[in-house]
T-cell receptor
């Protein structure tokens, strides 16, 4: 079945460091790919998405490119801030809205 | 902006109690979902609904039931709460688009503790 694997955390960075969180997927069809973010004590918020190969999603300085050849959707940010501390979830949706598959989540802590 | 609200942020119940978790969305979305979130496991789908009075089992429906009497409201019911149902419960909604795989919008979550 469809699945998402993302790098295990936790990840701790200093402010202004470069961030990469790896995400790879397995899907039978042509999924849409998502990154969600969960700030402490809150639900998940959509951070960015891409719906087809080679699409780049971007928001708030974060970027991810849908790479079909490597089945990957890695999240990157050039300079992280303390306010980026959160849990990040990679997800895919393939067969329909009921078929959203989430990775286990990666906790990011950014220190001043 | 889409707003999904959940009736409680924190809930403490005793083993064997019947528990109701309520979710309301204000964007006229057809689809609604209940997930549980556990450390290291990500989100797992419990139940979902495509329309009023319709419900479908997700990956882990055992020990849960749901009710959707109105389009905007989706309730999760724990018939007899057990300690292994201690978790964070997240409600989500999305519009119905038959071909596109659209974004799900999440509520703030209910952290349930069963003693």
């Amino acid at each position: 079945g469809n699945s998402v694997t993302q790098m295990e955390g936790p990840v701790t960075l200093s402010e202004e460091a470069f961030l990469t969180i790896n995400c790879t997927y397995t899907a039978t069809g042509y999924p849409s790919l998502f990154w969600y973010v969960q700030y402490p004590g809150e639900g998940l918020q959509l951070l960015l998405k891409a719906t087809k190969a080679d699409d780049k999603g971007s928001n708030k300085g974060f970027e991810a490119t849908y790479r079909k050849e490597t089945t990957s959707f890695h999240l990157e940010k050039g300079s992280v801030q303390v306010s980026d501390s959160a849990v990040y979830f990679c997800a895919l949706s393939d067969l329909g809205p009921h078929d959203m598959r989430f990775g286990a989540g990666t906790r990011l802590t950014v220190k001043p | 902006d889409v707003k999904v609200t959940q009736s409680s942020r924190y809930l403490v119940k005793r083993t064997g109690e019947k528990v109701f978790l309520e979710c309301v969305q204000d964007m006229d979305h057809e689809n609604m979902f209940w997930y549980r979130q556990d450390p290291g496991l990500g989100l797992r789908l419990i139940y979902f609904s495509y329309d009023v009075k319709m419900k479908e089992k997700g990956d882990i429906p055992e020990g849960y039931s749901v009710s959707r009497e109105k389009k905007e409201r989706f309730s999760l019911i724990l018939e007899s709460a057990s300690t292994n149902q201690t978790s964070m419960y997240l409600c989500a909604s999305s519009i119905w688009v038959s071909v596109l795989k659209d974004t799900q919008y999440f509520g703030p979550g209910t952290r349930l503790t069963v003693l």
